[in-house]
């Protein structure tokens, strides 16, 4: 959808940041940190680990792909909530365009897009972009 857009304008070269944020990783309180191989913050801090090489990956082939078109990328990856790293950003940014992929996972409740989406409409005065993913039900 971005490259899209950037057809559309009719632009030599457009540069975009693609932002990844990964949910700080759930940890069980309940499992005794005497049976455990790592203490609570080494395992936190691997596990964060892992999530930024993953996301990392995902967002180096995007931007492969874009190295076929006229867009630039750049990529960030945030571990944190979803809606308030976007918001952070966007807040950093005032001029960006922020385009947002929506599984609708809210249900009706949001109608057609979810509860990260719906804070950070509510949120920022930069232009929102939404784009409902495939598969999704509402």
């Given at each position: 959808?971005?490259?899209s857009?950037?057809?559309?304008?009719?632009?030599?070269?457009?540069?975009?940041?693609?932002?990844?944020?990964?949910?700080?990783?759930?940890?069980?309180s309940?499992?005794?940190?005497?049976?455990?191989?790592?203490?609570?913050?080494?395992?936190?801090?691997?596990?964060?680990?892992?999530?930024?090489r993953?996301?990392?990956?995902?967002l180096?082939?995007?931007?492969?792909?874009?190295?076929?078109?006229?867009?630039?990328?750049?990529?960030?990856?945030?571990?944190?909530?979803?809606?308030?790293?976007?918001?952070?950003?966007?807040?950093?940014?005032?001029?960006?365009?922020?385009?947002?992929?929506?599984?609708?996972?809210?249900?009706?409740?949001r109608?057609?897009?979810?509860?990260?989406?719906?804070?950070?409409?509510?949120?920022?005065?930069?232009?929102?972009?939404?784009?409902?993913?495939?598969?999704?039900?509402?």
């Open positions: 959808h971005v490259e857009l950037v057809r559309q304008r009719g632009v030599d070269s457009v540069r975009v940041t693609i932002l990844n944020v990964a949910e700080t990783p759930d940890i069980l309940g499992y005794p940190e005497a049976e455990m191989e790592l203490t609570w913050q080494r395992h936190v801090e691997e596990k964060q680990s892992w999530m930024r993953e996301a990392s990956r995902y180096d082939g995007i931007i492969d792909r874009y190295k076929r078109s006229a867009i630039i990328a750049d990529k960030e990856v945030v571990i944190g909530r979803p809606s308030e790293s976007i918001i952070n950003f966007a807040t950093d940014d005032p001029d960006a365009v922020i385009a947002i992929a929506s599984h609708g996972q809210a249900g009706s409740k109608w057609s897009y979810g509860t990260t989406t719906d804070r950070v409409l509510h949120a920022v005065q930069n232009p929102v972009f939404l784009v409902r993913t495939e598969g999704t039900t509402s």
